[in-house]
């Protein structure tokens, strides 16, 4: 059978991102870097915004952001407080948490859908993102760089995950999830083991999905560091996992000039921030060849996990 699409009647490419108003400007950026480097014949975005308390004025921008590409975003109030039990870890907010309740915020007729954090920047086409088969796993998601560095640390629960994945980037089966209760999983876990959970959601999504999760291309979340060059092949997506981030003065790297591109198109009157002091200390520490013993002290002291 051929079935004819008009204009009228695009498949929806549902993309949820989750922020309260200090992460709105990141946002923004990451929203429009991906509508500018998006184009399909089938298809077209809906934007869905987890608001954790977004500003008028900010949510006025991210309005102004859609109406210049055409396309529908809608904002979702949830309350931080529906996560008072959830750990509050280093740099994370609660919003981290947010994305789970994803399959109950959107309607049950969406079926998939992909999350993105507001730390990144889309240079790919997220079209190729959202039509990865990702088979009859909860989520689609590209292993943690820092693998190696997180089974590292103190955790009871590390020694289950085999393959750990970065929760910056899901894409997500939300049949499954809604047929296999798995928000209720998430809050269960959380419930059993919050003491010990070290990277927030990211700790839950790992543990619930083992095993069930599809390993997706690399480009679509490569992790950068400040100092980094151009990287091939081109990054598809990049996500600024470091605590310093292009937002924050003095950063500079390769694809800086492009970030700055979409933060001056996407935010009136943006604003670049100091370099937060446990950052400071973080990258001081990294080139100063303390003891161990010593780095260890003072990252405890500070709460700087890796
Ligand atoms: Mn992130």
């Not at 280093?90 to 919003?95: E, M, T």
């Not at 820092?146 to 997500?172: A, H, R, T, W």
């Not at 809604?178 to 070290?198: D, Q």
């Not at 100063?288 to 709460?303: D, E, H, Q, Y």
């Amino acid at each position: 059978m051929i079935t004819f699409k008009t204009e009228m009647n695009k498949e929806i490419i549902n993309v949820v991102l989750a922020s309260d108003d200090n992460y709105a400007q990141p946002m923004g950026t990451a929203i429009y870097s991906m509508l500018d480097n998006f184009s399909s014949e089938e298809q077209e975005l809906a934007i869905t915004i987890l608001d954790g308390g977004i500003s008028d004025e900010s949510k006025e921008k991210l309005f102004a952001i859609c109406r210049t590409f055409d396309t529908k975003i809608d904002f979702k109030r949830i309350s931080k407080d529906d996560f008072r039990y959830f750990p509050l870890l280093q740099y994370f907010s609660l919003v981290a948490y947010f994305r789970l309740l994803i399959p109950r915020i959107l309607d049950t007729s969406v079926e998939k859908a992909v999350y993105i954090d507001c730390d990144i920047m889309v240079l790919g086409n997220m079209a190729e993102l959202f039509n990865t088969d990702i088979g009859n796993n909860y989520v689609g998601a590209i292993r943690d760089h820092v693998e190696e560095q997180v089974f590292k640390m103190d955790c009871p629960f590390y020694k289950d995950i085999k393959k750990y994945f970065n929760s910056g980037i899901l894409v997500m089966n939300l049949t499954k999830m809604r047929e296999e209760n798995f928000i209720e999983k998430c809050f269960e876990f959380n419930k059993e083991h919050s003491k010990e959970i070290l990277y927030a959601d990211q700790d839950i999504l790992n543990y619930i999905c083992i095993d069930n999760w599809t390993e997706l291309d690399k480009a679509w979340n490569t992790q950068l560091d400040r100092s980094e060059g151009k990287i091939t092949p081109t990054p598809k997506i990049i996500h600024y996992t470091t605590s310093f981030k292009p937002w924050y003065r003095f950063y500079h790297n390769y694809y800086q000039k492009y970030y700055m591109g979409y933060l001056k198109k996407a935010w009136p009157n943006y604003t670049i921030k100091p370099v937060p002091f446990k950052t400071i200390i973080k990258q001081l520490i990294k080139y100063i060849p303390f003891s161990v013993a010593v780095t260890r002290l003072i990252k405890r002291n500070l709460n700087i996990l890796s």
